[in-house]
Structures are given as C-alpha cells and as structure tokens.
C-alpha cells in the first residue's frame, strides 16, 4: 500500500490501517494489555486513528534536535514536542548520540567540561522523562554515552562502556536520570490521566536562559546559558515542594523568580 517512490508513504491509505489494525486486534486477543508500537512514517491522521481506535503506539522523533542543541549550548527553532499516543525519544538507533556531538561539535564551554555536559543532559532528561506521554530511553543514554554511531560501521558492534559508572560526572547523570524516572514511575496514577494537564510549556530559542515545565506536581527550570539567569514562573499551587534530587523542601510564591547558574537546572515536585 505504500507509494512508489514515496518513502514516507504519503496520505491516508484506508486499506493500510485495516491491516495494521487487524494485527493490532489479533494481537489484543491473545494478550489484551500488550504494547504495540509501530514505526510508521505515514500521514498523521493514520497515526491518531491507530492509537484511538487499537491503542497503538507510534513514533514520535520530534523532540531530539531540539534537546541536542540545548546541550550543545545553540539555539533551536523547535526545542521538543510531546505527543499523546506517541512514543516521545530524546536519543534513537539512527542518529548520533547526543553526548557524542557535545563533545564534539558543542561550544567551547561545554565541549571541554564533561560536569557541564552531564548537567545539561540532566536537564533535557528531566523534561523528556517529566513531561507526559510514552517515553523511550536509548540505552546507555543515561550515563552520556558518547561513541560515534559510525564506530565500527553505522550498524557495527559498539563498546560497552560499564566503566562510565566509575566517572563522577556520569554517574551524577546516571542518579538524576534513575530519581527522574523513578519519580514517575511511583506517580503512575497522575500520569496515568487521559489528559495531564501542562500549564507552562516555555523551551523556545527566546528561553535559552530559563526553559520552564509546570504541570501541577511538576516544575521543571533549566538553564541552558553559561552565565546566571533568573526566570519567573507561575506556580500552581503555592507551598511546600521538594527538590527532587536533593530531597530539599522549598517554599513557593505564587510567583517565584528561579535564579540558577549557568548550566543548571531544578527539578520541584508534589
């Protein structure tokens, strides 16, 4: 059913989604809580149909090169999206590993300083993972794996780095990323809403000082300039929160200024 000469298949084929959603159905009848994830490069509205109607998941790749430029220290006219019925990915088997290309291509203070990579990747972990929708994690992603994909030819053998544990920088990363998920994980129920709702969404280029996440348990500020800056977010709820990687508690205004060095961020949540 796909198009000649159309790699992504082009529009809305009927006849493709009835295929797909009796495998779907098939499936469901011998284990009804299986994930299905398709791969599937075709129009939107087949993407939204197939999750509505069977459940199926698809791919969402939106997000990656907004969140590598971020960790590079460049602007990026579209830092990352979340999808409902899509599997969001910060890092894929297809491209280049984000840890590879701060190290290579970044600027010059974030290139030369693998403490100020790993933050930045804390960062953009904290948004990918805190955010709502299906994630994905590619794996070694969480202690900044950083050889090439092109090591040993595009689909090659890579070395597995069990060593990076031993680096202190990396297993900072390895500890934000493991209270991040966890976080979620033991808040299944709040995620678990057909509609989690997100108030403040702010990680365009005019934010490179202070992109900002707020969702009702959430709040989520990073830094991703190389001085200090101080944003301003609206708080849901005024209180007491906590910080989740230091078990801090912090009392929030209504508005609170957020001043964070450059590089750094804060994970708030209830």
Request: glycine letters at 8%; a negative charge; charged letters at 25%.
């Amino acid at each position: 059913v796909q198009n000649p000469g159309n790699y992504d298949a082009g529009g809305y084929s009927a006849q493709r989604i009835g295929i797909l959603k009796h495998y779907a159905e098939t499936i469901r009848e011998v284990d009804e809580d299986a994930y299905i994830i398709f791969e599937h490069f075709c129009d939107q509205s087949e993407e939204n149909e197939l999750y509505n109607s069977v459940g199926a998941l698809c791919w969402n790749n939106n997000q990656r090169n907004g969140y590598k430029q971020s960790v590079l220290g460049f602007n990026s006219s579209n830092f990352s999206d979340f999808k409902k019925g899509r599997v969001n990915n910060i890092e894929t088997h297809d491209e280049e590993r984000i840890a590879y290309d701060a190290v290579k291509y970044g600027q010059s203070w974030v290139k030369n300083d693998w403490a100020v990579i790993s933050k930045r990747l804390q960062a953009v972990y904290a948004f990918h993972f805190l955010t709502p929708y299906p994630k994905m994690m590619w794996q070694f992603g969480e202690l900044g794996y950083d050889v090439s994909i092109e090591e040993n030819g595009r689909t090659g053998r890579k070395p597995v780095r069990w060593n990076y544990y031993d680096d202190v920088n990396r297993k900072a990363l390895y500890d934000a990323v493991s209270k991040v998920i966890s976080w979620r994980t033991e808040n299944e129920e709040y995620y678990g809403q057909d509609e989690v709702k997100v108030h403040t969404w702010l990680v365009g280029d005019g934010q490179m000082g202070g992109k900002v996440l707020v969702m009702d348990r959430v709040i989520v500020v990073a830094n991703f300039n190389n001085a200090q800056s101080t944003t301003s977010v609206n708080v849901p709820s005024a209180g007491e929160w906590t910080n989740l990687m230091t078990g801090e508690k912090v009392q929030l205004n209504a508005t609170h200024n957020f001043t964070l060095a450059g590089s750094d961020y804060v994970v708030l949540v209830k």
